[in-house]
């Protein structure tokens, strides 16, 4: 039997705790209360960008692909943006 969605409250109550401990422990580490962005942007030259880097991605493995498991993550990606309008759009 499944969970209610009533049953998810705590565990969706919690999550966000979990979340900023992590940030905390990685600030800690790192002396920065930056210190995720600054690990990003130092071991792999990543930056906040809203999304554009995906956007820009998809269109370009799906054209020209690399390979199986990157046009897999590109539909995957695609696939789970559509669930989510229609979820969204349901229960509104």
Sequence with gaps: MAPSASGFGPVLRQAPIGLVGY????????????????????????????????????????????????TLIALLVIAAVVL????IRRLS
């Design 84 to 87: 989510a309008v229609v979820s």
């Design 23 to 70: 940030l905390g422990f990685v600030a800690a580490g790192t002396g920065s209360w930056t210190g995720w962005q600054d690990i990003e942007l130092r071991g792999w030259n990543t930056r906040f960008d809203w999304g554009r880097e995906a956007i820009e991605w998809i269109p370009r493995t799906l054209l020209r692909p690399d390979g199986a498991f990157p």
